[in-house]
């Protein structure tokens, strides 16, 4: 018995004693960048499975022996941090955010990843870069940050559309837009508009409320989405609610915009004195002598103007230029909430954008209401929902190749003539080749558009078993776009039929659902394995509805019911379906060896009875060498990751009917007063998607503690099977049958690097560069074809290669324009007709081969500078508004300074310019037609942003209670470099009309509580 109470006793005293040996640790965890409490920490004690998180405070306790001294504190986004602990009981920690990005999270397909552990190619963009930017929606605002991704504006409308190519552009007649998934639901970019100048889908989100932007760039990262990521998908997640205390910021932006440049043109006197030259050369040509040519050239000169060559000089200039252009503003006023518990986490925000161009009547003005709320009903039950609401108004002005363009006109109207009678009225008939005063045209007419957009979805989380976890997710898009075009009947095109109202509905909706296993184990310190296993089903509904009137009392009638003569109602339905299952595996082993794989089985209603479905699978492989012990010797390096990858994706962006017989019923089917149809289609039961087949090679770097770090890829991109039309014969009853036939290649290597060039405690310096040098090439073309002129196609050639006549310059002694024809010989009329001698031939490429953006940010106590540069290279622009403007006397227009400074006068000018001449033929023949002198270099640097912002101390905000007080000021397309002389080099295709983009400053203030 004794013995058994000295055991007991001696046990209790060992407890006693092993607690004594233990102590607790407590403290917060904060950022050094903003100094805020860091929530979900990992605090460890090392060398042991001891562990705690923070909390949602920052705050954290954990329990170690006294023999453990060292605490690890680690955290996605930052740098991981062992703190030595001594004797303290209490120890607050700063983590250092982790500027190699190589910690960071990445949204990929259906799931989250460190970027450590992804083998693919992906370029991340987070919502503080974008922030504020004067733009209308987020593709705009992200130009030129990131490698690979090419984003171009197609015009400076407010609100207008924006292309992006991710790659390089893989198809001829299919779709080159990338798949774009906002918070889980799949939706397309572009314009659906059917009346607008220019809209963009993508208007709907409000770049303030995005948190990052991901752009899955090769096939292993893009191909889980199958048949709809040929080309890329750019995933974009929205700011999301956080546990602690409600914060709430406001946030207040104004500023004014600008035209970047004007086209110079010819004032009063110097356009009569060209026209006079042109007519008087047309003269002596058709044979009157000097004299002769002289009176009947003052004769019409006089009648057409009311001036003569001694009277040019008094003549007036108008500039209408200036009169289409006005200073245009922006303001946004915008409010957010973020907060919750352990429970339950929500992020609101609501704003209101308005934009008024710098082009006489044109805007765009936008609310939106944004909801993430996040719900954990238990420890494996949890819900959320995401809504986004807008309501966008667009007025928009005839831009492009509309009839009435303004900037066209504005180049062309001759500047004699009046704007304003002198009662004020507006002048017409306007001299040139359109009648209408293009002024008073756009001030009477109306094109408004009102665009209301949903996005959302509904989803839950449910464990199954420790790490089995299946999300459901439902998703809608729906968009109703309601167009309301007037021709006012006080212009002269609405004279004629009495004014014309045009009001078209679009409608569409697009649903999807999501239901997706996710598995995550780990088997041991060394093997780490996650899997996912899904279904997705998307359905895509558009309707239109088109109504027409004409003959209004007056202008104050502006609806169909005030019309006499309603026509033209119309309506239209289509739709498309897709379905896909899939999976992925990605394992790592003592996460140095990396391996991803994806495959899915999609499958689309656009493509034919049996090739409707299809496999796309990928894999890739990444080696961290910087694990490996004989890297770990070398200092410098932080991080060393090399990486490669393959995988196909498919390309569904056809009709949705192109791969099916159809018919038509209308008017002209109709038989004897009796309804029918009649065959407009010829199906193809193995039409299928276009295949990309992408490699990828690609090394991921961090030098000399993460002061240097990037990434770096080689990739080669094949599209394969291109949806072509081939020609049949004419006895078939058709044209064309849409066949899988051609192929395209893009291959180019991109680097990204981020640099802390100086890290002080005062100062900071830091840059970002990225470029993209690419280049592609036809492989094939439909069988016995080497060129689809149409299409800018040529076997061997980049895709978007300019095929035209070539200039060859001037005839010294005449003052005509030379041509190389098929032989190269010069010649005054080359054939353009295709065939052996067509003298046309490829001078250029529409498409840059090289891009890229720069960006430097200062830091100096609570005052951030950044200066942001972007531009292209290598591509060639069609200067089409000054085509119009400079046909040398050839038409009634008005010509540019540099017609007027270089034409030819008299026999032994050397220059580049022909003769003034008032006709196209035989003379000036080919200055009637594109040519090679009317393409320009279309490269240019632009100083895209200059951010200034300051912060004020927290210790001034503290007795107003105010978390936080930023003033910011902003430019936005202030400098560009580049020797295009048309208004904006920054177009896609023509700039015929094209509304080009403004330079914009503005000021702000961001209140935080």
Excluded: C
Excluded at 352 to 375: A, E, P, V
Excluded at 524 to 543: I, K, W
């Amino acid at each position: 018995m004794k013995q058994k109470l000295l055991i007991f006793f001696l046990s209790l005293f060992t407890v006693a004693q092993a607690v004594a040996q233990t102590r607790t640790v407590t403290g917060t965890v904060t950022g050094n960048d903003d100094g805020g409490p860091i929530p979900g920490v990992s605090v460890r004690v090392k060398g042991t499975q001891v562990a705690v998180q923070t909390n949602a405070s920052g705050v954290y306790s954990i329990r170690l022996a006294d023999n453990q001294n060292v605490i690890t504190f680690t955290s996605i986004g930052y740098k991981t941090h062992d703190e030595t602990i001594g004797n303290r009981t209490t120890v607050n920690v700063g983590l250092t955010p982790d500027v190699s990005n190589l910690n960071e999270v990445v949204i990929t397909g259906y799931g989250v990843e460190q970027k450590r552990d992804i083998a693919g190619a992906v370029s991340r963009v987070t919502g503080a870069e974008i922030e504020n930017m004067p733009v209308a929606s987020f593709d705009r605002a992200i130009q030129g940050k990131m490698s690979g991704v090419l984003v171009q504006g197609s015009s400076g409308i407010p609100g207008g559309n924006v292309q992006m190519r991710i790659r390089g552009s893989g198809s001829i007649n299919a779709g080159n837009d990338p798949l774009y998934i906002v918070d889980g639901v799949q939706m397309q970019g572009g314009d659906i508009s059917r009346s607008l100048t220019s809209a963009n889908l993508l208007n709907a989100i409000n770049p303030n409320d995005i948190e990052s932007i991901d752009v899955l760039k090769d096939a292993a990262s893009a191909a889980i989405y199958g048949s709809q990521a040929a080309n890329g998908v750019v995933i974009i997640t929205t700011k999301r609610g956080k546990s602690g205390k409600t914060k709430l910021t406001l946030n207040y932006q104004t500023g004014g915009t600008d035209m970047i440049n004007k086209t110079p043109v010819t004032n009063g006197p110097q356009f009569l004195e060209l026209m006079y030259e042109a007519r008087r050369n047309l003269l002596l040509a058709q044979g009157l002598n000097a004299t002769q040519a002289t009176q009947v050239a003052d004769a019409r000169s006089t009648s057409l103007y009311g001036f003569v060559p001694s009277t040019f000089g008094n003549a007036p200039t108008y500039d209408w230029q200036e009169a289409m252009t006005r200073r245009g503003n922006t303001n946004l006023i915008e409010g957010n909430a973020n907060g919750g518990n352990e429970s339950t986490q929500f992020y609101l925000s609501g704003s209101y954008q308005k934009l008024n161009g710098q082009i006489i009547k044109s805007d765009f003005s936008r609310g939106t209401m944004h909801l993430n709320l996040n719900h954990k009903a238990s420890s494996r039950l949890s819900f959320d929902t995401k809504l986004n609401l807008s309501t966008i108004t667009q007025n928009a002005v005839e831009s492009s190749n509309q009839s009435g363009s303004l900037f066209l006109s504005g180049v062309t109207i001759p500047s004699i003539q009046p704007i304003y009678n002198p009662d004020g009225t507006y002048a017409e008939p306007v001299l040139g080749t359109r009648p209408s005063n293009v002024i008073k045209q756009t001030n009477y007419n109306k094109n408004l558009g009102v665009t209301n957009q949903l996005t959302g979805s509904v989803g839950a989380d449910f464990e199954i078993v420790s790490g089995l976890k299946f999300r459901s997710a439902w998703n809608l898009d729906y968009t109703d776009i309601v167009e309301d075009r007037y021709i006012d009947p006080r212009t002269r095109d609405g004279a004629a039929f009495g004014g014309q109202a045009n009001e078209l509905n679009t409608r569409r909706a697009n649903w999807s659902t999501d239901q997706v296993f996710n598995y995550i184990k780990k088997f041991n310190e060394d093997n780490n394995l996650t899997a996912l296993l899904g279904f997705s089903y998307r359905n895509v509904v558009d309707n239109t509805i088109t109504a027409q009137g004409r003959s209004f009392p007056n202008e104050l009638f502006q609806t169909l019911q005030s019309a006499a003569t309603p026509f033209g109602v119309n309506s239209s339905f289509t739709t498309y379906r897709t379905a896909g299952y899939f999976t992925k595996v990605n394992y790592t082993y003592k996460g140095r060896y990396i391996i991803n794989s994806t495959l899915r089985y999609d499958g689309s209603s656009r493509f034919g009875a049996d090739k409707k479905y299809g496999w796309f699978p990928s894999v890739s492989l990444a080696w961290r060498l910087s694990d490996e012990s004989f890297v770990k010797k070398i200092d410098a390096i932080s991080e060393l990751k090399l990486r490669g990858s393959y995988g196909i994706t498919g390309n569904q962006q056809i009709g949705n009917f192109d791969s099916r017989s159809l018919f038509q019923g209308n008017a002209a089917s109709a038989y004897n007063g009796i309804g029918g149809i009649t065959p407009t289609g010829l199906g193809n039961a193995v039409l299928s998607w276009e295949e990309n087949h992408s490699i990828d090679l690609g090394l991921d770097f961090a030098f000399f503690n993460s002061r240097l770090a990037g990434t770096f890829d080689a990739f080669r991109r094949t599209s394969k099977d291109l949806l072509l039309d081939r020609p049949l014969p004419s006895t078939s009853g058709f044209t064309t049958i849409s066949q899988n036939i051609g192929s395209v290649k893009n291959e180019g290597l991109e680097l990204e690097l981020t640099t802390q060039n100086i890290t002080s405690k005062a100062f900071k310096w830091s840059t970002n560069f990225n470029w993209t040098l690419i280049r592609s090439r036809v492989l094939k073309l439909n069988e016995g074809l080497d060129r689809i002129i149409s299409s800018n196609a040529f076997v061997g050639k980049p895709l978007g290669s300019i095929y035209v006549v070539e200039f060859a310059g001037v005839n010294a002694a005449t003052g005509r324009p030379f041509w190389y024809d098929a032989n190269n010989n010069i010649t005054y009329q080359p054939s353009e007709s295709a065939g052996v001698n067509d003298a046309r031939r490829i001078i250029g490429k529409s498409v840059p081969d090289s891009y890229g953006g720069i960006g430097n940010t200062f830091s100096y106590k609570g005052v951030d500078l950044n200066v942001f540069f972007q531009g292209q290279f290598g591509n060639t622009l069609i200067n089409n508004n000054s085509f119009f403007g400079e046909r040398s006397g050839s038409s009634e227009t008005n010509h540019t300074m540099r017609v007027y400074d270089r034409r030819w006068r008299q026999p032994g000018d050397i220059t580049d310019w022909p003769k003034m001449y008032n006709s196209t033929e035989p003379l000036n023949r080919g200055l009637a037609s594109f040519s090679s002198r009317n393409y320009e270099s279309g490269a240019y640097i632009r100083l895209k942003t200059v951010t200034l912002s300051y912060s004020l101390p927290a210790s001034w905000l503290t007795k107003a209670k105010m978390r936080s007080v930023r003033i910011n000021l902003e430019a936005y397309n202030l400098l560009t470099f580049t020797g295009y002389t048309g208004y904006d080099p920054e177009v896609t295709g023509s700039d015929l009309g094209v509304f080009p983009q403004g330079k914009t400053l503005t000021a702000g203030i961001q209140v935080g509580f």
